[in-house]
Nanobody, 112 residues
């Protein structure tokens, strides 16, 4: 079983930082694809950052240079370090483990 449990969301001021964590109940060692997605009010869900078991990453243009995705297989956890946050980053952030498992979502609100 690989059940994601997210944490780290909250309210921050513009320019601040936040680190999201997604802990899996089972080993992610053999899972290639993991990622973070977000959905803002009135918007469709979009990919923010993805990472493979080989370490290759991909970021949405809007977060390049500000967000960093990483994974720690020993801790069965994927992270999203968010820096220089903007009000436009306000959304519910979802963790995706492989193609079958989604987290419950965690709210990130950036105030101006």
């Amino acid at each position: 079983q690989v059940q994601p449990v997210e944490s780290g969301g909250g309210l921050v001021q513009a320019g601040g930082s936040l680190r999201l964590s997604c802990a899996a109940s089972g080993s992610i060692f053999s899972i290639n694809h993991m990622g973070w997605y977000r959905q803002a009010p009135g918007k469709q869900r979009e990919a923010v950052a993805t990472i493979t078991s080989g370490g290759s990453t991909n970021y949405a243009d809007s977060v390049k240079g500000r967000f960093i995705i990483s994974r720690d297989n020993a801790k069965n956890t994927v992270y999203l370090q968010m820096n220089s946050l903007k009000p436009e980053d306000t959304a519910v952030y979802y963790c995706r483990i492989g193609f079958a498992y989604w987290g419950q979502g965690t709210q990130v609100t950036v105030s101006s």
